[in-house]
C-alpha cells in the first residue's frame, strides 16, 4: 500500500463512521470514502514520546510477524506513527470485517452445538499459537478476547494487534498500558497502584489465561448454555492442552462450576419463597 500515511492523514481530516465499541485503548473510525474506505482506522493517544512511539512501532510490526508465523491469521494490518506539529500519535490501518463475520453476533445467533464448534475453532488456533511460541526467546502474550476474533470460510481471523505482546517487560508492559489507555481511571490507577496495571496484563501472557479468556468471553454471551460451554471447555482442555495449561483451565473452570451451583441453587430458594402454596 503507498504511501500509506498520506493516505490516513486524508482519511482521518475527511471523517468517517466512528465505532461505537468500548475498548481500553483507541477509538475506531472507518473512512467513508477514500483508499482507505474498506478499512478500519484506530487512532490511539498520542504525545511527544518519539523513543517509545518508533519503539511501539517495531514491536507492532515484530508482534504481526510473530502471530501470523505461529498460525493466527491476522487481517492486513499496519501500525503508522502521525506527526501532528512535533506530538506523534499511532494509527492502525486493518482491513475491514464485515459485522456479521465478528465471532460475537455468530456465537450468539448460532445454535448451541454449533456456537461451541466456534468455540472449538477458535481455542485451537490459540492453544497451537501458544505451542508455536514456546520456545521463542522473547516474552510474548496473546490477548484472547473473544470480541477480537471473526471467522470467514477459511477460519477465525483475529483482530488485536494493540498494544503489541512481544518483548516488552512486566514493568514495560505496566508502563505502556497507562500511557495509551483512554479510560482515565486506569491512568490514574496506573500512577497511585502500578501493580494493578502489571497484574492485568499477566492473562495475557499464559497458554491458560488465553484459553481462559476466550472461554469467559463465552459464558458472558451465552449464560444459559453455561454447563455445555463448561463441559465442551473441561473436554478441550482434557484432550487438547498440556499439563500445566490443563490443570489451569480445569481449576479455573471448577471455580465456575461452584459460582453456577451456587446461583441456581439461591434461584431455586428465592422462587420457592415467592410461591404461596410451596
Known amino acids: 500500500m503507498s504511501d500509506l500515511t498520506s493516505m490516513i492523514r486524508a482519511a482521518l481530516a475527511a471523517g468517517g463512521t466512528a465505532s461505537t465499541e468500548r475498548r481500553h485503548f483507541g477509538a475506531p473510525m472507518r473512512p467513508t470514502s477514500g483508499p482507505l474506505a474498506n478499512h478500519d482506522l484506530t487512532v490511539y493517544r498520542g504525545g511527544r514520546d518519539p523513543e517509545v512511539q518508533e519503539l511501539l512501532a517495531r514491536r507492532h510490526d515484530a508482534y504481526v510477524d510473530c502471530l501470523r508465523l505461529a498460525g493466527i491469521r491476522v487481517p492486513e494490518t499496519h501500525l503508522r506513527l502521525i506527526d501532528e506539529a512535533g506530538s506523534l500519535r499511532p494509527v492502525i490501518a486493518q482491513k475491514a470485517v464485515a459485522p456479521d463475520m465478528m465471532l460475537v453476533p455468530l456465537v450468539r445467533k ?55 505482546l512481544i518483548s516488552y517487560s512486566r514493568d514495560e508492559m505496566g508502563h505502556l498500558i ?101
Open 178 to 278: 497507562q500511557r495509551f489507555a483512554d479510560n482515565g481511571l486506569v491512568r490514574g490507577l496506573g500512577k497511585v497502584l502500578p501493580g494493578r496495571l502489571r497484574e492485568m496484563q499477566d492473562r495475557w501472557y499464559t497458554p491458560a489465561g488465553s484459553v481462559q479468556t476466550l472461554i469467559d468471553g463465552a459464558l458472558r454471551l451465552r449464560p444459559d448454555d453455561t454447563e455445555e460451554i463448561l463441559e465442551w471447555a473441561d473436554g478441550f482442555a482434557t484432550t487438547r492442552l498440556e499439563g500445566p495449561w490443563r490443570n489451569a483451565v480445569q481449576a479455573q473452570l471448577a471455580r465456575h462450576a461452584r459460582s453456577a451451583k451456587v446461583s441456581a441453587n439461591r434461584w431455586r430458594t428465592v422462587a420457592g419463597r415467592d410461591r404461596p402454596h410451596a
Open 110 to 164: 448460532a445454535g448451541t452445538k454449533a456456537a461451541i464448534g466456534l468455540l472449538d475453532r477458535v481455542a485451537t488456533d490459540v492453544a497451537e499459537f501458544w505451542r508455536r511460541v514456546a520456545q521463542r526467546p522473547e516474552r510474548i502474550g496473546f490477548h484472547a478476547q473473544i470480541e477480537r476474533f471473526a471467522m470467514d470460510e477459511k477460519g477465525p481471523l483475529f483482530l488485536d494487534t494493540f498494544p503489541p
